[in-house]
């Protein structure tokens, strides 16, 4: 692999691009399939969510929300190997918010 996908954090509702760059045998090209996985499961492409472009060597992930983050891994096929990519994290920042507050009203 010519560039492995690197580790993203990003924000809640932003998006998120990993690269699976491959350098192969011009007769191997033809053959050549790249697969996206988030901890171990398949990524498939959905509209306005996960795309693939390039021939697949290049993952957008929108609309981010925390079911995003984990771990991404590409795999690289052709027509006599495969291998996969180091693991990259994808981390998501939420938003801050405020989970409690005083009225300031104090009672004596």
């Keep these: ?3 492995e996908p690197g580790s993203i954090e990003a924000p ?10 491959t350098q192969t045998d011009p007769s191997l090209r033809s053959s050549l399939v790249v697969s996206w996985k988030r901890n171990g499961q398949p990524l498939m ?10 021939s697949g060597t290049v993952l957008t992930i ?9 771990e991404i891994t590409c795999h690289v096929k052709t027509a006599i190997d495969s ?15 405020i989970v409690e507050q005083s009225s300031g009203v104090k009672e004596v």
């Design 1 to 3: 692999l010519l560039e």
């Design 12 to 21: 809640f509702g932003g998006s998120a691009e990993f690269k699976c760059l």
């Design 45 to 54: 492409p959905e509209s306005n969510k996960i795309q693939t472009r390039e």
């Design 62 to 70: 929108s609309n981010l929300n925390t079911e995003d983050s984990g």
């Design 83 to 97: 291998l996969n990519s180091k693991a990259a994290t994808l981390l998501i920042l939420r938003p801050t918010k």
